[in-house]
C-alpha cells in the first residue's frame, strides 16, 4: 500500500510543477485579454494583437516567440524579463521594437494608456537570439 501512495505523491507533485510552470508564463491573450485587446491576424507564419495598457496596469507573467512591437502612442513602460532586473524605457508613437523570445511581464509607467501593436513571429528559426531588444533607428 506505501508504494501507491508514494508513486500518488509523486505523480501529483510532478503535474502541479507543469501547471505551475505553465501558469507561470502564458499566453498573453488568454492570461490578459483585457491587454491584449484583439488579436488582428493569426496564420501560420504570425500573430499580430492589438494591446493597450491602462496607467499603472502591468501584465501577468507571459511568453512571446521573436516578435516586434510597435508603439502607437507615447509612454513610459517597464519590462521585467524572467531572471532579470526590470527595465524602464520611455517610448514615441512610431517606435518599432524586436524582442526576442522572452517570458515577462510590463507595466505602464506613464499617465496615459500604451497603445501597441505586437507582431509574433512564427517559424521553426524562432529561437532566442543573442541580440537584445532596440528600437528602430529614427529617420
Not at 495598457?53 to 524579463?81: C, F, M, R
Amino acid at each position: 500500500m506505501k508504494p501507491i501512495k508514494l508513486i500518488t505523491m509523486l505523480l501529483l507533485f510532478g503535474v502541479s510543477s507543469v501547471l505551475c510552470n505553465s501558469l507561470y508564463a502564458q499566453d498573453p491573450v488568454m492570461v490578459a485579454p483585457d491587454i491584449y485587446k484583439k488579436v488582428v491576424l493569426d496564420n501560420d507564419n504570425v500573430r499580430v494583437i492589438q494591446i493597450e495598457l491602462a496607467p499603472g496596469q502591468s501584465t501577468p507573467w507571459h511568453s512571446h516567440p521573436n516578435h516586434v512591437a510597435y508603439a502607437l502612442t507615447d509612454g513610459k513602460i517597464e519590462i521585467t524579463d524572467k531572471g532579470k532586473a526590470p527595465v524602464a524605457m520611455d517610448i514615441k508613437a512610431g517606435d518599432a521594437i524586436f524582442i526576442p523570445a522572452v517570458t515577462h511581464m510590463a507595466k505602464n509607467l506613464g499617465v496615459s494608456p500604451i497603445k501597441m501593436v505586437v507582431t509574433e513571429i512564427k517559424h521553426p528559426g524562432n529561437k532566442k537570439p543573442k541580440t537584445p531588444a532596440v528600437p528602430a533607428p529614427k529617420k
